[in-house]
Nanobody, 124 residues
Framework: QVQLVESGGGLVQAGGSLRLSCAASGRTVRSYTTGWFRQAPGKDREFVAVIAAIGGSTYYADSVKGRFTISRDNDKNTVYLQMNSLKPEDTAVYYC?????????????????WGQGTQVTVSS
């Protein structure tokens, strides 16, 4: 099973940018479909973005489409989430997750390895 560690969270003003990193160990991240999820206070965890193991195709939640970009660096065994034009409603704990599906998935049940999360706070 792959181990995942997120970093890069922090406090940013609305309109700003952050880049989250998800460093994988134990397995090569390109063997997994890897996604980002987030959980805001008092809300359920929700899907944000995913990059497929095969071909690297990507898929985004409508709420972040055009603002967030998921990418993967196979040499560094790391997946990134570039977040631009951040809004206060993007405030949440962001989690990286990996699953064995070869195609992009958005359901939590499709992912069996999770990181500990990193806090992103966007001030208005």
């Amino acid at each position: 099973q792959v181990q995942l560690v997120e970093s890069g969270g922090g406090l940013v003003q609305a309109g700003g940018s952050l880049r989250l990193s998800c460093a994988a160990s134990g397995r090569t991240v390109r063997s997994y479909t890897t996604g980002w999820f987030r959980q805001a206070p008092g809300k359920d965890r929700e899907f944000v973005a995913v990059i497929a193991a095969i071909g690297g195709s990507t898929y985004y939640a409508d709420s972040v489409k055009g603002r967030f970009t998921i990418s993967r660096d196979n040499d560094k065994n790391t997946v990134y989430l570039q977040m631009n034009s951040l809004k206060p409603e993007d405030t949440a704990v962001y989690y990286c997750a990996a699953g064995r599906s070869l195609l992009p998935r958005s359901a939590e049940a499709d992912f069996d390895s999770w990181g500990q999360g990193t806090q992103v706070t966007v001030s208005s």
